[in-house]
């Protein structure tokens, strides 16, 4: 549950029944996917499949800012890569903010788009300096700055804001692009993708029972399922977020970010004259950390929540790249992907959707060129020992030390070769799934407060009962006798 699910996107809630021939197969009806065909709507045969429903991958448990203050991305990205791609990656970020402007203006969508001010902040004495320097170089590219206290009690040694941001509900939003195109291409819900077979002249993709034929495939997905060619394991680590969303009196009218690991972050929402802080902390790579229990309450530490007035908590999981740029275009003939948003997913999902279709549409785009997905920098060679090292952590902690010192009502078993693990529920019924990711075999963790298990290694997420509600896994883990 999301505080942006509470009302659930009007569909026909379709689902693939039969073969069908496409221009454009579209994996992925988030944010990105459903920008993507709004954008290809008028020019294109499309289709858009998603395993789940429209908007409930990352884009359901987003903050939802549209913001271009990011913390220290850009003094991050000039050490990465370069002065120029920090420079481009900026000029990315205001393009995207003014193509949803512009999208939510022409189409008239309801959802809850609001200006407002962005603040990065520093809550430690020794970000102070590396927060001005990120200052200084927005300044120079002609961005107004103010140095400004936050509006609210966090502790901060210094602080910065923007004026020219945005919040929004992205449900909403698409609701109101599915509106607009649900009539114009195919939209097929709880369809999932396992396999993609290069053909000379088209790509074959399959689901369990049927085929979609497409001369041009976009993975909009959040983490690609497929390893080769694009070797996403050994380019990015997973990053976890704690969000809690309480109720407050007053709508204090802004967002605001920290400037260091693990970020601080908070925004506020109004909605049927109920005001709600959604309050996000403790993020983490998750090689290292794994106790969920523990994160939600430091959440409530850090931003001095009172249980009564929680509504809801969950979790959210973010592709962190090894130089921050996306990694948006053309991965081979006629395949196109858009993933490793850093956290930042609303403004770079819409970025993705808008360098695909120019790409698809043969047009030209000025900022497709840093983000090529096969792009090779001195970040890779840099950043390789921790990826190895963080990936290594991943799958071999859990098989090392199974049964964590927090757990409650787990254990673990062997049966016919298969390692089995078992939660036993508050009614003392026993849920037993098979403790391993058909991803690529990573062992996993159990999930305290929302009751899942979870991929240490690259963020796939079961039910109790081994159901795929997350990828990159395409399949269960559901275990019977």
């Not at 809690?244 to 601080?264: A, G, M, R």
């Not at 921790?386 to 787990?410: C, D, E, M, R, V």
Request: aromatic share 12%.
């Amino acid at each position: 549950m999301s505080i942006w699910n509470k009302k659930e996107i009007k569909t026909k809630k379709e689902i693939l029944k039969s073969d069908i021939e496409v221009d454009v197969l579209i994996i992925g009806a988030g944010i990105t996917g459903m920008t993507l065909a709004y954008y290809l709507r008028n020019n294109k045969n499309v289709c858009v499949v998603d395993s789940s429903k429209i908007g409930h991958g990352v884009t359901l448990n987003t903050t939802a800012k549209i913001n271009y203050f990011q913390g220290k991305i850009y003094t991050k990205i000039i050490k990465q890569v370069n002065k120029s791609a920090a420079i481009k990656y900026l000029k990315s970020e205001r393009y995207a903010i003014n193509s949803i402007k512009k999208i939510i203006k022409e189409e008239a969508i309801d959802c809850d788009f609001k200006r407002v001010p962005s603040f990065v902040f520093a809550n430690k004495q020794s970000e102070v300096e590396p927060l001005k320097k990120e200052v200084e170089f927005l300044k120079e590219q002609g961005i107004k700055v103010y140095e400004k206290d936050l509006p609210n009690k966090i502790t901060s040694y210094k602080s910065y804001c923007v004026k020219d941001t945005y919040i929004f509900n992205p449900i909403k939003y698409l609701q109101g692009i599915y509106n607009k195109i649900e009539s114009n291409m195919h939209i097929y819900e709880n369809t999932k993708i396992i396999k993609i077979e290069k053909l000379w002249t088209h790509y074959n993709c399959y689901t369990p029972k049927y085929k979609i034929k497409a001369k041009k495939v976009v993975i909009a997905s959040h983490y690609p399922y497929f390893t080769i060619p694009f070797y996403l394991p050994i380019k990015s680590y997973i990053e976890k977020s704690y969000i809690i969303v309480s109720k407050v009196e007053k709508d204090l009218n802004f967002t605001c970010i920290s400037s260091s690991n693990p970020t601080y972050s908070c925004r506020f929402y109004e909605d049927n004259d109920t005001i709600y802080q959604i309050s996000l902390a403790e993020s983490h790579n998750t090689a290292f950390k794994q106790n969920d229990l523990y994160h939600f309450n430091r959440v409530k530490e850090i931003f001095n929540l009172n249980s009564k007035d929680i509504v809801m908590s969950y979790t959210n999981t973010d592709i962190m790249t090894i130089d921050s740029l996306p990694y948006i275009g053309k991965l081979k003939t006629n395949m196109y992907i858009s993933c490793g948003y850093n956290t930042w997913g609303m403004t770079n999902g819409i970025l993705g959707a808008k360098i695909i279709s120019d790409m698809i549409l043969n047009r030209n785009n000025r900022y497709a060129s840093i983000f090529n997905p096969t792009r090779f920098n001195k970040s890779n060679i840099k950043e390789l020992p921790y990826i190895i090292f963080s990936q290594t952590k991943s799958f071999l902690g859990p098989k090392l030390i199974k049964n964590k010192p927090w757990y409650k009502n787990i254990t673990f078993t062997k049966e016919g070769g298969k390692s089995l693990a078992t939660y036993i529920d508050k009614n003392n019924v026993k849920h037993t799934i098979i403790n391993k990711c058909p991803h690529l075999g990573c062992n996993l963790i159990f999930n305290e407060k929302e009751k899942t298990w979870d991929c240490p290694c690259h963020s796939s997420r079961f039910t109790v009962d081994g159901k795929c509600i997350k990828g990159p896994s395409v399949y269960d883990i559901s275990y019977k006798k």
